[in-house]
Each structure stands twice: as structure tokens, then as C-alpha cells.
T-cell receptor, first 116, second 112 residues
Framework: AQKITQTQPGMFVQEKEAVTLDCTYD???????LFWYKQPSSGEMIFLIY??????QNATEGRYSLNFQKARKSANLVISASQLGDSAMYFC?????????????FGKGTKLTVNP | DSGVTQTPKHLITATGQRVTLRCSPR?????VYWYQQSLDQGLQFLIQ???????AKGNILERFSAQQFPDLHSELNLSSLELGDSALYFC???????????FGPGTRLTVT
């Protein structure tokens, strides 16, 4: 079974600074996908960024980038120029596929607080 | 707005009762997934449907059931409710080549 580990229950960052949220994963599948989601206090889950196991370059989406280190099985999310609206829970997830089935396996999340 | 809709947004009911949660996926998406988020269990996958067929089952209790209809909307039925079933229930849909799932706003279920 695949596993996602987020070791930081909470992180604090000053507005306009960069922050890295850690995620390590465990899988024996050669092909996999990694995702990051943001959950603000309002509760919705917002898709942020995707990294495929065969992607040659680290994924970027605006202020979000992924520091993907395949050999170390880590996929850390980097948020640049933090904004107050970035305060939220952040979840790392891995896609698990078997035959025609598919599901996301989530880590426990990191609560990010951006201070003014 | 993810394009996935869920109703109702909030549901308060008593133990032993039965409720139905409804989800409409994004236009064009054939896969629907249900997840449960609780404080102690985190985000747990419940079940996946693809174009009306059940494709995968996760940690879904026997008291829970789901289906996907020909118009692709899905319903999650929870019966004989217990206090521990109180949670946020998400529906998600996917259709992109990356397999990313887009989540609805969730239904917050409170069992009293």
C-alpha cells in the first residue's frame, strides 16, 4: 500500500516570504502521480499542483512549485511570496491505481499560518 | 469554483437515521469519488464510480452505499447513523489526463 507522510503539523511564515511544506511518499509502483491540495478554513479542497513520476522537470503553477526528489521519494511544496490568503491546511496526496480503479491517498496535512 | 456540486451543504440528524448526499460531477467527467474527512481518520477514500459502474471500494462501511446514475450524478446513502459518522463528506470528479481530482464543497454531516 502506498503511504504519504507529512511531518510538519504546523508551519508559520511571514507574509512575502517563501515556505516549504514537506511530503515524503512510499510506493513500489514505477508510475505514480503526486498532488497537493489546499483546504482553507471554509472547508473546500482546492487542487494546486501535480507532479508525475516520469516528469523531467519540477512542476510549477504560479507561486506554487514542487521540489521533486525521486530518489529520496520526496515532493515538497514551495510557496513563494506568501500571502495572508495562503493560511490553510495543505495536503499531499498520491494517486493509487489498480486495474481500472483509482483513488487518492492523503497525508495528514500541514497547517500553514501566514503572519502579517 | 471546481465545477463539482454537492447538496446539502450541512445536515444534522439523529442516530439511527438514514441520509442521502448528492453530487454532480464537472461537465464531461465520468469518474466520481467519495471521501470522508474526520478529525481522527483524516481524509479517507470511500468509493469510486466510473460511468455508472463501481470501480473501487475503500474504507466504506456496510451501512453506507453509493450509486452513479445515467446522468452521472452520484448519491451516497448513509444508514443506521452513529455519532462517529459525523464528518465532512466530499465528492470529487476527474477527467483530466493527469488524473487530478476536483472536489466539491463537501457536505458536513452532524449526527446527534
Amino acid at each position: 500500500a502506498q503511504k504519504i507522510t507529512q511531518t510538519q503539523p504546523g508551519m508559520f511564515v511571514q507574509e512575502k516570504e517563501a515556505v516549504t511544506l514537506d511530503c515524503t511518499y512510499d510506493t513500489s509502483d514505477p508510475s505514480y502521480g503526486l498532488f497537493w491540495y489546499k483546504q482553507p478554513s471554509s472547508g473546500e479542497m482546492i487542487f494546486l499542483i501535480y507532479q508525475g513520476s516520469y516528469d523531467q522537470q519540477n512542476a510549477t503553477e504560479g507561486r506554487y512549485s514542487l521540489n521533486f526528489q525521486k530518489a529520496r521519494k520526496s515532493a515538497n511544496l514551495v510557496i513563494s511570496a506568501s500571502q495572508l490568503g495562503d493560511s490553510a491546511m495543505y495536503f499531499c496526496a498520491m494517486r493509487e491505481t489498480q486495474g481500472g480503479s483509482e483513488k487518492l491517498v492523503f497525508g495528514k496535512g500541514t497547517k500553514l499560518t501566514v503572519n502579517p | 469554483d471546481s465545477g463539482v456540486t454537492q447538496t446539502p451543504k450541512h445536515l444534522i440528524t439523529a442516530t439511527g437515521q438514514r441520509v442521502t448526499l448528492r453530487c454532480s460531477p464537472r461537465s464531461g467527467d465520468l469518474s466520481v469519488y467519495w471521501y470522508q474527512q474526520s478529525l481522527d481518520q483524516g481524509l479517507q477514500f470511500l468509493i469510486q464510480y466510473y460511468n455508472g459502474e463501481e470501480r473501487a471500494k475503500g474504507n466504506i462501511l456496510e451501512r453506507f452505499s453509493a450509486q452513479q446514475f445515467p446522468d452521472l450524478h452520484s448519491e451516497l446513502n448513509l444508514s443506521s447513523l452513529e455519532l462517529g459518522d459525523s464528518a465532512l463528506y466530499f465528492c470529487a470528479s476527474s477527467g483530466g489526463f493527469r488524473g487530478e481530482q476536483y472536489f466539491g464543497p463537501g457536505t458536513r454531516l452532524t449526527v446527534t
